[in-house]
């Protein structure tokens, strides 16, 4: 029914209490058949291979791959691929899942058969002090594009989706280093509705040295490209001048940015980016 994919590089200080989260679930312990955890190694150095085969010793649900390092959207879809469930979770290796999230968000999938995934709210701990969320990462139900195109809202720890729903929008984009969850969320966000339940059902953790989001700067350039191809998608004419207006909105920031950095050349680039969507 749930297969559940963690993509682990380097983590093992973490891992074990990602898995113990996940093992731990009240759905998973009432139906003890009824699940899988695939674990995909991004080609770790650390003793992510120890840690995980002592847990195999004693839980035949678990599944552990290990493949080249080649960037967590490639080793995403190697997660599923190999998966078999009608339900998908991803859960990241330095995020927790409270023990009812699974089963509360099945629940809803299973009341609601129209909804093709659902996203919980979060416990946000940075450096290990439990923070507030700003406002511009609140969260929200219905028709959400507009709320999604200038950041994230997509927290893949939080979500479950229907397979089918992978299907038809396609797996993630292994040309994005970053911000490959801003890109799945907008091709979710032009076809269906997001669904959110506002109880937390996981503890997202941050401020660590290796995550993405701190290894690259400019993210914009990332989401710049993810809405680019958004606009090759079959949008209706109110999507598409949402699209362009957000492409110029973050044109501008870069433009800025690399002008402050002496990089005129970069900031040339994106001008005519932003100018080749100008909104007549």
């Known amino acids: 029914m749930v297969s559940t994919i963690i993509v682990t590089y380097n983590r093992d200080r973490f891992l074990k209490e990602a898995i113990d989260s996940v093992l731990q679930q009240t759905y998973f312990q009432k139906f003890p058949f009824d699940w899988e955890l695939i674990i995909v190694d991004d080609g770790s150095t650390d003793d992510t291979r120890n840690l995980v085969d002592k847990y195999r010793k004693n839980q035949g649900n678990i599944r552990y791959y290990f493949i080249d390092h080649g960037g967590v959207s490639r080793a995403r879809n190697f997660g599923l691929s190999q998966a078999g469930g009608e339900f998908i979770a991803f859960l990241d290796s330095d995020d927790l899942w409270l023990k009812d999230k699974i089963q509360i968000q099945l629940s809803y999938l299973k009341a609601f058969p129209e909804a093709q995934f659902c996203l919980t709210e979060e416990i946000w701990i940075r450096n290990g002090r439990r923070v507030n969320q700003a406002r511009k990462?609140?969260?929200?139900?219905?028709?959400?594009?507009?709320?999604v195109l200038?950041?994230?809202?997509?927290?893949?720890?939080?979500?479950?989706?229907?397979?089918?729903?992978f299907e038809e929008v396609g797996w993630f984009d292994e040309n994005l280093p970053v911000c490959e969850d801003y890109d799945l969320?907008?091709?979710?966000?032009?076809?269906?509705?997001?669904?959110?339940?506002?109880?937390?059902?996981?503890?997202?953790?941050?401020?660590?040295?290796?995550?993405?989001?701190?290894?690259?700067?400019?993210?914009?350039?990332?989401?710049?490209?993810?809405?680019e191809k958004l606009l090759k998608e079959p949008l209706a004419p109110e999507q598409q001048e949402l699209v362009k207006i957000e492409i110029q909105k973050k044109c501008e920031i870069l433009i800025s940015g690399f002008l402050k950095r002496g990089k005129e050349e970069e900031a040339q680039y994106y001008q005519k980016i932003k100018d080749k969507y100008k909104l007549d």
Request: hydrophobic residues 40%; contains cysteine.
């Open 185 to 227: 969320g907008l091709r979710i966000a032009v076809r269906y509705p997001y669904h959110f339940i506002s109880s937390p059902q996981i503890i997202k953790r941050g401020g660590q040295a290796d995550q993405l989001s701190r290894k690259y700067w400019g993210m914009d350039k990332w989401r710049i490209q993810a809405l």
């Open 137 to 147: 990462h609140q969260k929200y139900s219905g028709w959400v594009l507009n709320k």
């Open 150 to 165: 200038p950041l994230c809202l997509l927290s893949l720890s939080s979500a479950v989706f229907r397979r089918s729903l």
